[in-house]
């Protein structure tokens, strides 16, 4: 293998099913044209997990990852099982850092729709390549997008996310090859 600087890491930070993980690559390398390979769990920080919220604290998890070398990784993203939360929010779907190395996201809300009902295998498949993409593409330092019909369009929610496409609109688009090749 050779050392590709623009090599993306997907990380279990807990038991993940392992389709998830190939799903998630695999739209990173088919949708970013970027090469996707996944990785073994790193040992974080066990005061990620909140007792009292059930919840992992994001920041903290990315503190805890920022601490380690995923060489020759240019970008990273954790996947986690469990619910995923920032303060200020009840929970996130995922959450990255800004133009850096690393992203984490929770397939935890992607797994009941929001009238209560299972969605398929399939739809939570997509519905974790979109919160991926998104926040690797906030890893490339794009910003939410004011286009509904682009991948960067803010989602608070599964209707909104559901909604919001797996492509970026022609700006963005542009703008994250131009990022990529900085
Ligand atoms: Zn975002
Ligand atoms: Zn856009």
């Known amino acids: 293998m050779t050392l590709n600087k623009e090599f993306i890491g997907v990380i279990p930070i807990e038991v993940v099913p392992a389709t998830a993980l190939k799903v998630i690559a695999a739209h990173i390398s088919g949708y970013f044209n ?3 390979q996944i990785l073994s769990s790193p040992k974080l920080s066990e005061d990620a997990f909140d007792q009292t919220r059930l919840q992992y604290d994001a920041g ?13 990784c240019k970008k990273v993203i954790g996947v986690l099982r469990s619910d995923l939360y920032i ?3 009840e929970y996130v779907f995922g959450e990255a850092r800004q133009g850096e190395q690393f992203a984490v996201i929770s397939l935890f809300r992607l797994r009941k729709n929001p009238d209560g009902s299972s969605p398929s295998e399939s739809l939570i498949h997509e519905r974790a390549a979109k ?3 998104h926040e690797l593409g906030h890893l490339y330092n794009l910003f939410h997008c004011e286009d509904k019909n682009c991948l960067m369009h803010f989602s608070g929610g599964l209707e909104d996310l ?3 496409p797996l492509y ?11 990022n990529i090749s900085y």
Request: glycine share 0%; with cysteine.
């Open 87 to 89: 303060p200020i929010f």
């Open 162 to 164: 559901d909604a919001t």
């Open 131 to 133: 919160v991926a993409l």
């Open 168 to 178: 970026l609109c022609r700006y963005c688009s542009s703008y994250l090859k131009y």
């Open 60 to 72: 903290i998890l990315l503190r805890s990852l920022e601490s380690m070398e995923f060489n020759p």
């Open 34 to 36: 970027l090469p996707a």
